[in-house]
């Protein structure tokens, strides 16, 4: 795929499994979070017994708030995981019965990406032999990179946005994201009320690689940090009379400071074509990616790529005629998208 192949760093390697895996239970994500977690763990060996605490840990706290996490009519392990939370069995049963049930399928699907394996593992299965996973230098090496911090709260937006389709049990059709501009969250309307679903710049981040959309250089998405990213409307918001759904999540990108607010930063300009070229390329990634965001695109922008790349292009030209002034930015890191 060439969100890794264009830039083939390990942290995108391992944001392809979380953004571009196939959907059809959660398990991949509270294995990916517990991996996460093991970081911790000096030994590489991880056993089943001691992956089941953080993984049936993960499960039994989304299952409190959205009962789909599998697409199948049925799982034991789903169900031992609810009778934990209501009480019926103890922690020591649910990690015995999650030794047994709960890794029959995620182990081997993990770094499946489009049908295919992944050119780089993270943990090699070892369940035949010592009964667990061993995780390989690829993944240590990913602990020690920049971007390791950002990848719990990435794991956990993706896995909302994915549980928020499941919950809405409708056509893909009609499955919506939607913005809140003051909240800086995305959500799903639903009847007379709206569902809250997760951070914007959570969602966002691993499809920009961790980067400034328009200069490329490092943001980050944590609260404290001198990097913490802006969501920023690449048509501008001032723009919204003119523009088809100026809030739409086609048009949001995560940007540093300096492009979105500094002193040569892009304010209520509009951004140069080649920077549009870009956004109908992250907005692919969405595409590309499975429910719910794909469907949203579709329906904010077009069915196929080439009503996609009109619709970008009508928007540009309605900008230009209000907002007259072009912006580029002064590029600080490697271009990857």
Known sequence: MEFYQVDPSLENYWRSIILFGRNVASYKFALAKSILELNKSQDDLVTLEQLAEPFSRHICEHLKHSPKQITSSSSKFIDACNQFNRGEIDSDKLIGLTVKLGFNNVIDAFHIVNNGEID????????????????????????????FDNFQQETE??????????????????????????????????????????????????????????CHGPISINSGSPLLADVDHFFPWVLKDDISNVNGVWNLVLACKDCNRGESGKFAKVPNLQLL????????????????????????????????????????????QTAIHEWQPIIRGAITF
């Not at 009508?314 to 230009?320: E, F, V």
């Open 120 to 147: 780089k593992r993270f943990f090699l299965d070892e369940r035949k032999g010592a009964k667990g996973i061993r995780l390989t230098s690829n993944f240590f090496e990913l602990a020690e990179g920049g971007q």
């Open 157 to 214: 937006a993706r896995w909302r946005l994915v549980e928020e389709a499941w919950r809405m049990g409708v056509s893909r059709s009609l499955i919506a994201v939607e913005y809140d501009d003051d909240l800086k969250t995305l959500f799903a309307p639903d009847k007379e009320r709206r569902v809250n679903i997760t951070s914007c710049r959570d969602s966002l981040n691993g499809y920009q690689k961790g980067h400034c959309f328009y």
């Open 277 to 320: 070229e870009r956004l109908h390329k992250r907005n692919e990634y969405f595409i590309n990616s499975h429910l719910p965001l794909r469907e949203t695109l579709i329906q904010q922008t077009g069915k196929s790529e080439q009503l996609r790349k009109s619709f970008l292009q009508t928007q540009y030209t309605l900008a230009r």
